[in-house]
Structures are given as C-alpha cells and as structure tokens.
T-cell receptor, first 116, second 112 residues
Framework: ETGVTQSPTHLIKTRGQQVTLRCSSQ?????VSWYQQALGQGPQFIFQ???????GRGNFPPRFSGLQFPNYSSELNVNALELDDSALYLC???????????????FGPGTRLTVL | DAKTTQPTSMDCAEGRAANLPCNHS???????VYWYRQIHSQGPQYIIH???NNETNEMASLIITEDRKSSTLILPHATLRDTAVYYCIVREKTDSWGKFQFGAGTQVVVTP
C-alpha cells in the first residue's frame, strides 16, 4: 500500500508568481485535505476535497484554490504569491470525509515553498 | 472544535515511559481525542485516537479521564526516534468535513 505522496519536495518562487503543488492520496482514500504550516507553528487547515468537490475551507483567501481528480489525487494552486506564503504545505488523505472512516487523516511529507 | 492545552516542551530519558498530558476541559460528548506527532520537517504522523475508553496500539496508549476533560499519551519505552512535536487535537465525531485544528503541540526530546 502506497502512502500519501507530494511533489515537488522543495520549490522556490518569487513574489507575484503562481505555484501548483501536487498530492497523491493513499490507496483507497477519496478525501484530501490541505494544510499550511509556517515555521514553528502547527498546521493550519486550508481546504478539503471529497469526490472532486470542495468540502470545506479554512480562513484562506480565494487565491488559494484546489482541484481533485477522478483518481482522487489533488492539486493546490496559489496565485499572486506573497512572502508570507512561505511554508510547508501538507496534504492529508482519509477514507471518507466524515464519520469514523473519515476521522483519521494520513499526511504526506509536505512541499517546502519559499517565496522570495 | 474544543481547544486543547499542552506543555510547551518535555524531556524524557531513552528507555523510560513518556507521559504527555493534554487538557481539553471544554470537550463535548461527541468529540474524539486525537494524537499526532511530527518529526522535524516531516508530515504529521497519526498515533492514536479515542472517545472515552482507554486505547492502546503498537505505538502508544491513550488514557482519557472519566470526565473526559484531560488525557495522557503514553509512549511506553521512549527511543531517540520518538523526539518530535506531539499534537493533541479534539474533533467532532460527526464532523461534516475533515478539519483538524492543530495547536502548538509539545516538543518532546528523548535523551540518551
């Protein structure tokens, strides 16, 4: 069984650019959540995708957007990058969005984004 | 989600049990207690979760007080690889979507 994978591992962008991060969910998982983790802080929830639809969103502006594909892999897109967007971006998958099967999320290793 | 309170940091000797406390005094009856840990620069790793009964798995034990206002994660024989930030999170059993609210966690350092 393959765990959650993310690409790329590291990325450097400049302010104002756009970035796309990718996540492959664990086998059999149909739900993907994205988190942002600034240095020294706990992860902050960005949004969740369930069966290709956004299923919930945290306190992030619209320039953070996402997609989920039929194979349940997912992308996080960030437009008009700002310096404060520098962070570790984590993807987590779960068997379902709700209930006991959705309760436990399994995280990938993250993508380290640096905005200069 | 209810808030949790954890100590900022803890030290533990290798081979000894590590007991990590968490206070969740405002927890409601339909909220689970979850524990994750994060080794430096890696993604959080699921450890264990419970509702009201004590739970044990191959990684740890979770002891929840009878009033559910606090819990303790026990790593029975700490190793150097257990050095990590440990997060205690409460989450609704019937949460309609998958948000976990992470706090600052407890930095655990296991020393030889």
């Amino acid at each position: 069984e393959t765990g959650v994978t993310q690409s790329p591992t590291h990325l450097i962008k400049t302010r104002g650019q756009q970035v796309t991060l990718r996540c492959s969910s664990q086998s059999g998982h149909n739900t993907v959540s994205w988190y942002q983790q600034a240095l020294g802080q706990g992860p902050q929830f960005i949004f969740q995708y369930y069966r290709e639809e956004e299923n919930g969103r945290g306190n992030f502006p619209p320039r953070f957007s996402g997609l989920q594909f039929p194979n349940y892999s997912s992308e996080l897109n960030v437009n008009a990058l700002e310096l404060d967007d520098s962070a570790l971006y984590l993807c987590a998958s779960s068997l379902e969005a709700t209930g006991p099967r959705g309760a436990t999320q399994y995280f990938g290793p993250g993508t380290r984004l640096t905005v200069l | 989600d209810a808030k949790t309170t954890q100590p900022t940091s803890m030290d533990c000797a290798e081979g000894r049990a590590a007991n990590l406390p968490c206070n969740h005094s405002t927890i409601s009856g339909n909220e689970y207690v979850y524990w994750y840990r994060q080794i430096h620069s890696q993604g959080p790793q699921y450890i264990i979760h419970g509702l009201k009964n004590n739970e044990t798995n191959e990684m740890a034990s979770l002891i929840i007080t009878e009033d559910r206002k606090s819990s303790t994660l026990i790593l029975p024989h700490a190793t150097l690889r257990d050095t990590a930030v440990y997060y205690c999170i409460v989450r609704e059993k019937t949460d309609s979507w998958g948000k976990f609210q992470f706090g600052a966690g407890t930095q655990v350092v296991v020393t030889p």
